[in-house]
């Protein structure tokens, strides 16, 4: 089994405890959900559905929404994805860089790019991955206890539940834009 590698503490974590990503299905409700979000937290941009113009068109006004309610805003695929990637492709916008994890193997990859926090998922079954079999709240949180970076719990989650899991923090799509 992988394991985490400790990373020095001498960095100063500015991880969120909450991060919303983006997605056609909360499109219409971003703007009210990054009203919501508490400062300190991230936005991460994915929007796949738009044609690149729309896109970028979309990320410029999400942009200047998150900017104004102390929002952090992470572009997909620059600042937020896979460890693997994000080591080649530098920080993001603000130098936030959120890795994506599945397993342990990927939380040391995490761990060994020194991202600034990793999502770990699915935590519960997600309207995302129909069909697809949860971590569940044991296995999340032995994973999360062997990582050295903060663990956010992705999949399925809300506020309720994050508390219940007692995550560092948590991130979702559909439990942040109702």
Known sequence: MAKCHPVSRSRRLRAPRVVLLSDARNDAVLDRALARLPAGSALVFRHYHLDPAARAKRMKGLARLAR????????????????????????????????????????????RARVDAVLLSPVFPTRSHPGAKG???????????????????????????????????FAAIDGLSR
Request: with cysteine.
């Open 135 to 169: 971590l569940g709240p044991l296995r999340f949180a032995l994973m999360a206890r062997q990582c050295p970076l903060p663990v956010l719990a992705l999949g399925g989650m809300d506020r309720r539940r994050a508390e219940r899991l007692r995550a560092y923090g």
């Open 68 to 111: 104004l309610y102390g929002v952090a805003f992470v572009l997909s695929g620059v600042g937020y994805g896979p460890a693997r990637h994000l080591s080649r492709w530098g920080k993001g916008a603000g130098g936030l860089r959120l890795a994506t994890a599945h397993d342990m193997g990927e939380l040391a990859g995490a761990a």
